[in-house]
């Protein structure tokens, strides 16, 4: 009974941030095995971004600009980590007010509980796990503006977008907010809390940036397609803990969503091959890990609400869907969105958030809808969420990126992109070849 109050309560958005937290028993003690699967969960989380993303995206650039990925990823997960516990949790996650913003009851995490509210797990273990996820959306945006952007603006950048956009996203959905109470938005580890800020957000300043030079009329291969599908394989396995850590707590739930998030990588990497082999006559390793990414990405807000078989149509769609926005983006949009961030991560986390309104009936091996939910209300509430956080984040991000460069230049100058970022930037070369 206690088990079937709590889901009803997350449902509502009145319980814990997802409604994967149904799963956990309401109580007083901190459970060990939830507590030690949710440690566990954020070291898988934290090597995603490192090294997981730096290498994914490092293989592929140019040689010259192999260095300048990692450190960027590296500086944006450190500095993001900073102040997610000086302000972003409290922001994100402290005593709700109004539903836009978190109370400042735990600035500097004072005052956290022996056991977060609805959970079984001690209040710094809840916070180390959304730490990760605050450390790693910003790097997410890296792909966007690659072999150009000026370190230090990325960096200020980056450290205003995570209290300004991440963190006031991540309350509205996981937090008590406005979109999970008052209308019953539901994002169970990021499709729009994570991949819809980062993808809308690294769109709009790669446009406001502008083309790498030579963009598209000189061919720009990847460096390292060995270094891409490492990288990759890192994010695959770290995304476990991605997704499955967001169940709170280290049962069935948690197996659910691991499940979920291995099947629709699988299903969306092998038909991004499928289509490479009729678009361009082979199959690649780099079109094998961006299609892993896409399904990772599009089943994430749904990987603990939804049966299997919907996991695997989940992959499938990001394929379809996904492969053909990279080339709207780059041909018919023109805007140089280096690595593809937008088309793998922002429409595939926001199509997510969407199938999510249909896949969670329970006559389709879902979850099943809340008290007074229906699919189609669902559906309207899940775009009621993206849309509102697509827009705060296109809006924010223009303002954030316009302000800071007026202090710091967005771009680096001709010569130093040209003698690439890994010695113009940081006076190191990834590779010495003496």
Same mark, same amino acid.
């Given at each position: 009974?206690?088990?079937?109050?709590?889901?009803?309560?997350?449902?509502?958005?009145?319980?814990?941030?997802?409604?994967?937290?149904?799963?956990?028993?309401?109580?007083?003690?901190?459970?060990?095995?939830?507590? &030690?699967?949710?440690?566990?969960?954020? @070291? !898988?989380?934290?090597?995603?971004?490192?090294?997981?993303?730096?290498?994914?995206? *490092? *293989?592929?650039?140019? $040689?010259?600009?192999?260095?300048?990925?990692?450190?960027?990823?590296?500086?944006?997960?450190?500095?993001?980590?900073?102040?997610?516990?000086?302000?972003? +949790?409290?922001?994100?996650?402290?005593? &709700?007010?109004? *539903?836009?913003?978190?109370?400042? /009851?735990?600035?500097?995490?004072?005052?956290?509980?022996?056991?977060?509210?609805?959970?079984?797990?001690?209040? /710094?273990?809840?916070?180390?796990?959304?730490?990760?996820?605050?450390?790693?959306?910003?790097?997410?945006?890296?792909?966007?503006?690659?072999?150009?952007?000026?370190?230090?603006?990325? &960096?200020?950048?980056? $450290?205003?977008?995570?209290?300004?956009?991440?963190?006031?996203?991540?309350?509205?959905?996981?937090?008590?907010?406005?979109?999970?109470?008052?209308?019953?938005?539901?994002?169970?580890?990021?499709?729009?809390?994570?991949?819809?800020?980062?993808?809308?957000? %690294?769109?709009?300043?790669?446009?406001?940036?502008?083309?790498?030079?030579?963009?598209?009329?000189?061919?720009?291969?990847?460096?390292?397609?060995?270094?891409?599908?490492?990288?990759?394989?890192?994010?695959?396995?770290?995304?476990?803990?991605?997704?499955?850590?967001?169940?709170?707590?280290?049962?069935?739930?948690?197996? #659910?969503?691991?499940?979920?998030?291995?099947?629709?990588? =699988? %299903? @969306?990497?092998? %038909?991004? !091959?499928?289509?490479?082999?009729?678009?361009?006559?082979?199959?690649?390793?780099?079109?094998?890990?961006?299609?892993?990414?896409?399904?990772?990405?599009?089943?994430?807000?749904?990987?603990?609400?939804? %049966?299997?078989?919907?996991?695997?149509?989940?992959?499938?769609?990001?394929?379809?869907?996904?492969?053909?926005?990279?080339?709207?983006?780059?041909?018919?949009?023109?805007?140089?969105?280096?690595? #593809?961030?937008?088309?793998?991560?922002?429409?595939?986390?926001?199509?997510? =958030?969407?199938?999510?309104?249909?896949?969670?009936?329970?006559?389709?091996?879902?979850?099943? +809808?809340?008290?007074?939910?229906?699919?189609?209300?669902?559906?309207?509430?899940?775009?009621? $969420?993206?849309?509102?956080? @697509?827009?705060?984040?296109?809006?924010? =991000?223009?303002?954030?990126?316009? @302000? &800071?460069?007026?202090?710091?230049?967005?771009?680096?100058?001709?010569?130093?992109?040209?003698?690439?970022?890994?010695?113009? =930037?940081?006076?190191?070369? $990834?590779?010495?070849? #003496?």
């Amino acid at each position: 009974m206690r088990k079937l109050l709590a889901r009803g309560l997350a449902f509502a958005g009145l319980c814990a941030p997802t409604i994967a937290h149904a799963a956990s028993t309401i109580t007083s003690q901190p459970n060990g095995a939830d507590t &030690v699967w949710i440690l566990i969960s954020s @070291a !898988l989380v934290l090597m995603m971004c490192m090294p997981g993303l730096g290498l994914f995206y *490092g *293989g592929l650039v140019r $040689a010259r600009n192999f260095l300048s990925v990692l450190v960027q990823v590296g500086a944006l997960a450190a500095v993001a980590s900073v102040l997610w516990m000086v302000c972003g +949790y409290t922001l994100a996650f402290g005593t &709700v007010t109004n *539903g836009w913003l978190g109370g400042t /009851n735990a600035l500097m995490l004072k005052g956290l509980a022996p056991v977060r509210g609805g959970l079984t797990l001690p209040e /710094n273990t809840f916070a180390l796990f959304q730490m990760c996820f605050a450390a790693i959306t910003p790097a997410l945006m890296v792909g966007a503006w690659v072999d150009r952007a000026r370190f230090g603006w990325v &960096v200020a950048f980056c $450290a205003i977008w995570g209290l300004v956009v991440y963190a006031p996203a991540a309350h509205w959905l996981w937090g008590h907010g406005w979109l999970a109470t008052r209308f019953g938005a539901l994002d169970f580890a990021g499709g729009i809390v994570v991949h819809t800020t980062a993808g809308v957000s %690294a769109l709009v300043v790669a446009a406001m940036m502008g083309k790498r030079q030579g963009f598209p009329k000189t061919l720009m291969l990847p460096h390292s397609p060995a270094l891409t599908m490492a990288g990759a394989a890192l994010l695959w396995v770290g995304w476990f803990g991605f997704n499955g850590g967001s169940a709170l707590t280290g049962n069935g739930a948690a197996a #659910d969503a691991i499940i979920n998030t291995h099947l629709a990588a =699988s %299903a @969306a990497a092998m %038909a991004w !091959l499928l289509i490479e082999y009729f678009a361009v006559g082979k199959p690649t390793s780099v079109g094998f890990a961006t299609g892993a990414v896409a399904g990772l990405a599009t089943v994430t807000p749904a990987a603990g609400f939804i %049966a299997p078989g919907a996991a695997i149509l989940f992959g499938l769609a990001a394929a379809s869907i996904c492969y053909p926005m990279i080339q709207l983006v780059k041909q018919r949009w023109e805007i140089d969105d280096s690595l #593809d961030v937008f088309a793998v991560h922002g429409v595939g986390g926001m199509m997510g =958030s969407l199938l999510l309104g249909v896949f969670l009936s329970s006559a389709l091996g879902g979850h099943g +809808y809340a008290p007074g939910m229906n699919m189609g209300r669902q559906l309207i509430a899940q775009a009621i $969420a993206v849309g509102s956080v @697509a827009l705060w984040s296109a809006v924010a =991000s223009t303002v954030i990126a316009v @302000a &800071v460069a007026r202090l710091v230049p967005m771009r680096v100058s001709e010569d130093d992109e040209r003698e690439g970022l890994d010695y113009a =930037s940081h006076g190191e070369r $990834a590779w010495e070849m #003496d």
